[in-house]
């Protein structure tokens, strides 16, 4: 079966997520803001749920259509045929936001909804009651100025949670977020990466499973995957697929921290997510890391200062950053910050910045673009 296939994303990563996609065989995609939508079948909501590393969600889309009384969001969501996915015992369990429109009462809306399908759902199986103690169906409502999106989630906990990741720093940087940044830095194994503020090793982590060709989603499992609609061989065949594809290549990432105990927790990490060997943790400040190693990259989320009393100590950071990023002179580096004054504080303006959501606060991704290797050419000899 075709279905019509959503995947969420943070605000500023959409483009991200489409180029994953596209990367991935889709095409035709529809880009919006916080989503990508296309088609598949049952082995591309499991392909994508194991191989997207910076989308949120994989969501089959149910239906659309103007909704500004109850009884019109009644007889919409009745209309759809629930029961070509949920099975007869399936657990309903229904979410719901409202942005701009007239039904503005989320809770109202919910049950308005699940009222709908269970109507929809009788007429499927001729029946008046259903037990729901089967597999969960998690269906969200979302209004958008009067327009009503119906979806199902087939990924369960977010696509963030990679399942390597117990304890975290003060401020995780998500999994998805860190993995954007490595994907929009270019870096490729043969460069080296390095992360001079790891905290938690998120970045160093991700940059690594990029360059081995890890699924992010091999170490967990779906909501989906108790799906009757989604045969059990099509995710077995996924996960086999995704362990051969696994990598040869050698490479090493540097990740560095002044807090020992943080360094601790992001080598448990790296070792969870299989990728420990691949990265060298060493206990360091921003201000002893060097390199004689050329053309590499650094990929960093410093402190932001948004905490009382951090704002001084986090701007001495910068400079200090600014001074030492400076001597790595054929070196790219890519800073995400939310700080207004970052650039004048490390004294350089990016060749390019990006907007970006950690959370809920806005960043901005501050490129900077160091000399690329040059391309060995053989020289021809005259006989």
Request: aromatic letters at 10%; hydrophobic letters at 40%; glycine letters at 6%.
């Amino acid at each position: 079966m075709i279905y019509k296939l959503i995947a969420t994303a943070t605000f500023g990563l959409e483009s991200v997520v489409a180029q994953e996609l596209k990367d991935l065989g889709y095409d035709n995609l529809i880009v919006e803001n916080a989503r990508v939508m296309f088609e598949g079948d049952e082995m591309d909501i499991a392909l994508c749920n194991m191989w997207l590393r910076t989308a949120d969600r994989v969501l089959i889309k149910m239906g659309e259509f103007r909704a500004e009384t109850f009884e019109e969001l009644f007889q919409g969501t009745k209309e759809i045929e629930w029961g070509e996915i949920i099975p007869e015992n399936g657990k309903m369990h229904v979410v719901g936001k409202s942005v701009k429109s007239t039904l503005f009462s989320v809770p109202d809306c919910q049950s308005i909804v699940k009222k709908a399908v269970v109507e929809s759902m009788k007429r499927t199986y001729k029946k008046d009651w259903f037990e729901e103690d089967g597999p969960t169906y998690k269906i969200e409502i979302a209004l958008l100025k009067d327009i009503a999106t119906l979806t199902i989630d087939t990924t369960g906990p977010g696509l963030h949670k990679r399942g390597y990741r117990g304890l975290s720093g003060e401020a995780p940087l998500k999994e998805t977020l860190a993995a954007a940044l490595v994907l929009l830095s270019r870096w490729n194994p043969s460069r080296t990466l390095a992360d001079p503020l790891c905290g938690s090793g998120t970045i160093a982590i991700e940059a690594a499973l990029i360059g081995k060709n890890m699924a992010p989603g091999l170490n967990r499992s779906f909501v989906s995957e108790e799906w009757s609609v989604i045969p059990p061989k099509v995710w077995s065949d996924i996960r086999e697929d995704a362990k051969r594809r696994i990598n040869t290549e050698d490479f090493r990432i540097l990740a560095s921290d002044i807090d020992s105990s943080v360094i601790k927790t992001a080598r448990e990490n790296a070792m969870k997510a299989g990728v420990y060997e691949y990265i060298a943790f060493q206990r360091l400040s921003v201000q002893e890391f060097s390199s004689k190693k050329k053309y590499g990259c650094i990929i960093c989320n410093p402190p932001y200062g948004e905490r009382i009393g951090e704002k001084e100590e986090v701007e001495k950071l910068y400079k200090s950053m600014g001074a030492v990023f400076s001597s790595l002179d054929s070196w790219s580096y890519f800073i995400l910050t939310s700080h207004p004054d970052f650039q004048k504080l490390f004294k350089k303006r990016a060749d390019k910045n990006r907007k970006l959501y950690n959370g809920r606060i806005m960043c901005y991704y501050y490129e900077y673009f160091g000399p690329l290797p040059k391309r060995r050419v053989e020289r021809e000899e005259n006989i």
